[in-house]
């Protein structure tokens, strides 16, 4: 059998025939097939799944070369292995470029940015871009290697927060250090953000408490907190 530097001649036809087959097939399908699902309702999903998946399969495949190349010839390996990294450069540079971004806090979803005279704000972090809508309701797909080049960051978003109002009764009447002792229970609890406005008013034997916090579950949790920390304070 002929080698090509210790690499059979047949083995490589036919991987390199495989390879073709799987490009082939992605193309044809993203071509002709998936533009007709993402009108579909679930077709965004869909499409996303078919990337994952074209991901996987280039990743065994080129494992699978790659081994088969590095028992048969080391010059083999070292040529594909170039090939690899020059035909997926983009790919990789924006991959962990991405990685790098998400772990850090420079960006976040409902930041503005502005890219070449679009504006708008982060709508979705993804594998290898940004998706960024603008005001218009247009939306763009941002590559990460131009966060730190070529996109300006606008304001940062703030997280939204709610305003809840909980009442607290029965009280016991004329018990000293109420008001002090619902305060400290208030800016102790985890689950109010004590860096917003925060108001007790008493009145008899209730106690109205008006405070923020991040989401509706929080709220559930820093009410029992509340009444835990003040059941001295509670009529039995």
Known sequence: MQLITGFPFFMLLVLASLGLVLFLAFRLYRKWILPGLLLKESGRTHGESV??????????????????ALVASLLVTLVLLTLVLLAFFDFWRNYFSGIILRLGDKLQIGDSISLNGYSGK????????????????EEMLIPYRLIDSEVTIGQKSK??????TFVVEPLIRDHPGTKQQIEQAIYSNPWIVISSPISIALEDQRATLNFYVLNPDFYEKAKHCLLKDLESLLVK
């Open 122 to 137: 982060i709508l979705k972090f993804g594998n290898r871009t940004l998706k960024m809508i603008t005001p218009q309701g």
């Open 159 to 164: 997280p939204e927060i709610l305003n809840k």
């Open 51 to 68: 990337t994952r998946i074209e991901i996987v399969v280039w990743t065994l495949y080129f494992a699978v070369v790659i081994d088969y």
